[in-house]
């Protein structure tokens, strides 16, 4: 059974950071691309980074570059997200993602999902 269990989520103020972890089991994780996506209310979910199977490269959504930080730990099957300098715009429920290609985001084709984690930034 496949399971990607997100955490690190809270509310912080606007210039906080907050580090999002995901660990994945029931995949061979060192072959995955990895992903994490965001959904706010009453909008659609949104592609935020993906890291490919060595945490040797990384691919950002303009919104989030500069700020956010993807990484891999592939000997503890764990992706994670540092979000540094928040804003209130990045308030959402944040989701890890797999996709069984070594190496792929545009598009991102996402084999399993997480539940989610909230997110949620103060002004």
């Known amino acids: 059974q496949v399971q990607l269990v997100e955490s690190g989520g809270g509310l912080v103020q606007a210039g906080d950071s907050l580090r999002l972890s995901c660990a994945a089991s029931g995949i061979t994780f060192s072959t995955y691309t990895m992903g994490w996506f965001r959904q706010a209310p009453g909008k659609e979910r949104e592609f935020v980074a993906a890291i490919n199977w060595s945490g040797g490269t990384q691919y950002y959504a303009d919104s989030v570059k500069g700020r956010f930080t993807i990484s891999r730990d592939n000997a503890k099957h764990t992706v994670y997200l540092q979000m540094n300098g928040l804003t209130p715009g990045d308030t959402a429920v944040y989701s890890c993602?797999?996709?069984?290609?070594?190496?792929?985001?545009?598009?991102?084709?996402?084999?399993?999902w997480g539940q989610g984690t909230q997110v949620t930034v103060s002004s």
């Open positions: 993602a797999a996709d069984n290609r070594l190496w792929a985001y545009n598009p991102f084709r996402a084999n399993y």
